[in-house]
Every structure is written in structure tokens, then in C-alpha cells.
């Protein structure tokens, strides 16, 4: 076995985004390019030597090449170890956990998330920092800086390690660690939640479905829900990891999802209805006949959270991104304790956990966690959800409308515009920016009053590091809420995400149907941004 360098030219397109490189499968492929990526991820925190990584992927198409590719280039740049989940299979989750639990310098996640996979789909790679995060905006510039002027990379010439069997082996001199991908994420959920209630709730005739999507949590979720907490078997679906996730888009949405949502809402429906995406990192709750909106989720959990062993101290403080309806804030402001309102990224999450200032975190796109890991986590969602089920021994529902009688209802919506040409997208952004500053005190729909329009600049409160133009908000004076900004995890074209948001006191007026509720909001976002002009849309993609 022989160390060999290889002179390689720079790619310009290896920007990361709001969680890693994601590019098409293909694009992945080409001579050089994961390669290049991964050596400028080493130099750009200061070389991998004498270096332990934890490495894994969500098992899409590509995932086991590229994951002999980097072991044999952490050796060749002189890493002491590599802890890699058995067929290079870890859950973003399990991976945060493992580089936690083992004290490691970071750990490479292989996934386009809730993107589809296949030859012709979607690929990722991302770093997470020793804190078991993802790479904070500072590490990403710095990866993003070493792609532009990258002259050579280093890899060994051998033959593929075996990645099939649990155990250690070497490569050179560096050891490889083949881990059960399962065993030790399982093991701190234990630890957070009461199992024997769960275990009791499902014993009582308790029904659930959990829809995997031919994705990775399907192994985590059988050995949890079916192995240790009883449910009944097949309660999980779809819960083999496939390649191509089976031709499904492993995205837990209500138009994805949606098997799911048609059980959940038939005569035949289970108690609970659960989904979670690619790598595992996000969930979506349903109850029976009932859909919990992400926002409405993590508000839920933040209020509840004290009944699971694990939270029974409280929370510190709850956090959500900027995007994200105010539920959540309801909640914090009940419990007396700091909330946080941070750009969309995971990433952004990670000082607030470190500092000890939040708990729970919560995305309105599918991701809800805790300082257990430093990534949004599906399954940890879920078993809250069960845990809070098993204690209150009320249904979703019962939960839910409690819920909103008690702080009033934040109706929320996302309306994405997929696939739109990038140049027409950002023009229609920058156009938007330039009219904010006239839009204060403008009036839609007769009442519909803007009391501010501005674009989210955030400065970090545990490092100061701003972070500016992460969407764009109009503010109405009821407190309705208007918010755009292009999606940083597409690999094709642009896409819009418009974000909209009304609250209601209650008591009265809490059951409406969300897009009638944000029917005057939706119509003036149209005619502030001009969509249909820019884009030649008028209906979205897909409504979550
Ligand atoms: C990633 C990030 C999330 C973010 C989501 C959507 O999730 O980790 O923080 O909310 O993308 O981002 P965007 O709106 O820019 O597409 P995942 O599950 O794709 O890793």
C-alpha cells in the first residue's frame, strides 16, 4: 500500500450550503470531485494527522464508494482512526452521538438528507465539528476557501476494507472501527425516555405507524419501537434502507408522506403516525385524523418535555430558527426561560447548546432536538411524542387543541416554489430587499397592516459572529408574519420558500383550516413579491 498524490484544479461549485455540499449523484462522481472536497475538508482544520473521525451516511446510491474513497484518504493524510458505522451506515443523529461519546475531532456525514437518491438524485457530504454539530459558518468558509486554490489530494492505493462485519481492522497505519450503527444510539435513548411506560402504553393496545421510507432511521426504529418497546410487529414500514429509498423522496411532509397521511386520517388509522426522512434527522407527528405542524410540534414537546426522564429538570431555554412560527416562544415565556431566534442551519443551534442557554431546538422543516446531540434528531421527536402519550394518556388531538386553548394557535404554513431558474429567483429577492424600506405602514387586503419589513441578520450571543440576509420578513401589525428566503439545500435551480404565519387568541377561532386561516397573508405575499411575474407560478409545489 502506497500513499499517492494526485494533482488535481479546482472546482468553484464546492460552497456548502445550509447543511454541507449537496450536488446531483453525478456530479459527486466526476474525477476528483468528492475527492477534492473531502482533502479540503482536512486542510482546512489543520490536516486529519494523528486525527479520529467518525464517518457514515444515510446509505443512498454512492454512499458505500464514497465512503472507502475517504477512509483510504484519512489515511493517506495520516488519521489515527476511523469509527465507521457497519456498511457505512449511521443516522446524522447516531453519527453527532458517536462523535460525542468518543471525544472524536469531527465526523463525515455522507447525505443529501430528505433529498431522493439514486444515480441520477441527490448526494452530500458534510463535516461535523467535535461538538458532534455541523460545521459552524467559520469551518465552512474555510472548507469553501480550500476548494478554490486546492493543487493535490492524498490517498492511499488499496483495496476496499470490509465494511460488512462489526469489528477493527487497519489501514496502514490507521485503525478502522466498524461499529453497529444502532447499538449505542439505542442505548442513550434508553436513557432519556421511560421506556417501561412506553412499553406499557403500546402493551395497553396502543397502535402506531411508523413510515422509515425505505430510509436509514428504518433500523433504529425497528430495534426501538418493535425490539424494546413492544409495538407490534410491522408497526414499522418501509424499513429497509434502500439505495434509491425505493423511488420514494424520503422527505416526512404531508405530500411526500403521503401513504402515511391517507392511514392516518382513514377509518383504520393507529393511535400515533410517525415519519422520518433520509438520514433521520427529521420527523413529522401525526394523530390520529390530526396533523401536528412542525411548529406546533416543537412547542408541544418544549411544554411537555419535564414528563420524560431525561428533561424532568426543565429546559434551560428553547430555540428556534428564524423561519419557525412563535409558538415555541409562547411556551418558553410560560416556563420563564430564555428563547432564541436563529437563521435556518442546524449549524446555528450548536453554540446555544454548548453554552447550556437552550434545551430544545425546532425547525418548521421537519426537525425538532435537544442537547442530547448537536443534530436535529426524527426519532428522539418521536419518542418524546410517545413518552408524553404514555404519561398524559390523552390522543394527539386531545393534546394538541389543550394545546392551543392554553396559548392561543399560531396557524403556519410553507409554500415551496421548486425548481425555479436561480437568476429569476434572486432578482425577485433582490427586488423584494429593495422595497422593504417603503412597505412600513402599507396596507393589503383593507386590514393587513405592515408594521416592519426587514432581512434576518442574526449575531450569534455566545460568539458574537453575524450572520446577515437570511430572509426576508414582513411583520404585520395583528402580528401576522410574512417570510421568504431561497432554500440552501436544493441541487436544482433555485427554490422559494415562503413562510406564513397567523395567531389566534382563541378561545374561539382555533379550528380553522390553515390555508383558509392564511388566506389574506397568502394573497398579499403574492403581491408584495410578485411571484407569479418573477417565476410564472401562482400554485406551489408543495404545501407543508
Ligand atoms: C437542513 C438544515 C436545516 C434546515 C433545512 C432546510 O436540513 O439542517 O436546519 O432547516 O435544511 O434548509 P433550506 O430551507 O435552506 O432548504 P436537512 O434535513 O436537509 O439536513
Redesign the pocket.
Known amino acids: 500500500m502506497t500513499v499517492k498524490t494526485v494533482s488535481t484544479t479546482p472546482f468553484s461549485d464546492q460552497k456548502p450550503?445550509?447543511?454541507g455540499l449537496r450536488k446531483k449523484t453525478p456530479v459527486f462522481m466526476r474525477p476528483h470531485y468528492l475527492e477534492n472536497f473531502v482533502q479540503s475538508i482536512f486542510d482546512a482544520i489543520g490536516g486529519a494527522r494523528g486525527k479520529t473521525f467518525v464517518l457514515g451516511g444515510d446509505g443512498r446510491y454512492f454512499n458505500d464508494r464514497a465512503a472507502q474513497v475517504i477512509l483510504r484518504m484519512a489515511a493517506a493524510n495520516g488519521a489515527a482512526r476511523v469509527i465507521v458505522g457497519q456498511g457505512a451506515i449511521l443516522s446524522t443523529p447516531a453519527a453527532s452521538h458517536l462523535i460525542r461519546l468518543r471525544k472524536t475531532d469531527g465526523g463525515i456525514i455522507l447525505s443529501a438528507?430528505?433529498n431522493p437518491g439514486g444515480p441520477e438524485e441527490d448526494f452530500g457530504v458534510k463535516f461535523n465539528t467535535p461538538n458532534g454539530g455541523?460545521a459552524p459558518e467559520s469551518v465552512t468558509e474555510a472548507i469553501f476557501e480550500a476548494t478554490k486554490t486546492l493543487s493535490e489530494y492524498r490517498i492511499f492505493e488499496a483495496q476496499d476494507v470490509d465494511l460488512s462485519v462489526v469489528g477493527r481492522t487497519v489501514l496502514g497505519d490507521m485503525q478502522i472501527e466498524v461499529v453497529d450503527p444502532v447499538a449505542d444510539y439505542a442505548a442513550l435513548m434508553e436513557s432519556l425516555f421511560d421506556f417501561p411506560a412506553i412499553r406499557a402504553m403500546f402493551s395497553d393496545g396502543f397502535t402506531m405507524r411508523f413510515d422509515a421510507m425505505c430510509a436509514v432511521t428504518g433500523p433504529y426504529a425497528t430495534e426501538i419501537l418493535e425490539n424494546r418497546l413492544g409495538a407490534a410487529k410491522g408497526t414499522v414500514v418501509n424499513g429497509t434502507p434502500l439505495p434509491d429509498f425505493g423511488g420514494m423522496h424520503p422527505d416526512p411532509n404531508p405530500t411526500w408522506a403521503k401513504a402515511l397521511m391517507d392511514e392516518m386520517f382513514s377509518a383504520e388509522a393507529p393511535d400515533f403516525g410517525a415519519a422520518s426522512?433520509g438520514d433521520g434527522?427529521?420527523n413529522m407527528v401525526v394523530g390520529r385524523g390530526i396533523y401536528v405542524s412542525p411548529s406546533d410540534s416543537l412547542a408541544v414537546l418544549a411544554a411537555n418535555a419535564h414528563l420524560a426522564p431525561g428533561y424532568k429538570a426543565g429546559l434551560k431555554g428553547v430555540a428556534r430558527?428564524m423561519p419557525t412560527s412563535a409558538a415555541a416562544d409562547r411556551v418558553a415565556e410560560a416556563l420563564g426561560v430564555e428563547e432564541f431566534e436563529t437563521p435556518?442551519?442546524?449549524k446555528f443551534f450548536g453554540n446555544l447548546l454548548d453554552a447550556g442557554r437552550a434545551t430544545i431546538c425546532g425547525?418548521e422543516?421537519f426537525?425538532t432536538g435537544s442537547d442530547h446531540v448537536r443534530e436535529?434528531d426524527g426519532l428522539w421527536a418521536v419518542l418524546l411524542w410517545l413518552n408524553i402519550l404514555a404519561v398524559r394518556k390523552e390522543s394527539v388531538r386531545e393534546i394538541l387543541e389543550a394545546h392551543w386553548q392554553q396559548f392561543g394557535r399560531n396557524y403556519y404554513s410553507r409554500h415551496d416554489f421548486e425548481a425555479i431558474e436561480t437568476a429569476r429567483a434572486d432578482a425577485m429577492m433582490e427586488e423584494l430587499r429593495g422595497k422593504l424600506v417603503g412597505l412600513t405602514g402599507a396596507a393589503f387586503n383593507g386590514h393587513l397592516k405592515v408594521a416592519e419589513a426587514d432581512d434576518f441578520a442574526y449575531t450569534d450571543p455566545v460568539d458574537g459572529s453575524v450572520s446577515r440576509k437570511q430572509g426576508v420578513r414582513i411583520l404585520f401589525q395583528d402580528g401576522s408574519r410574512i417570510v421568504m428566503r431561497l432554500?440552501?439545500?436544493?441541487t436544482e435551480g433555485a427554490?422559494l420558500?415562503l413562510y406564513l404565519e397567523r395567531y389566534a387568541p382563541g378561545p374561539e377561532g382555533l379550528d380553522l383550516d390553515p390555508q383558509e386561516a392564511l388566506g389574506p397573508i397568502i394573497a398579499a405575499a403574492h403581491e408584495i413579491a410578485g411571484i407569479e411575474r418573477h417565476t410564472g407560478r401562482r400554485e406551489p409545489d408543495v404545501i407543508t
Do not use: A, F, N
Open positions: 450550503g445550509t447543511s438528507s430528505h455541523p426522512d434527522d427529521r430558527s435556518t442551519g442546524w425547525e422543516s426537525g436535529k432554500s440552501g439545500t436544493g427554490t420558500r
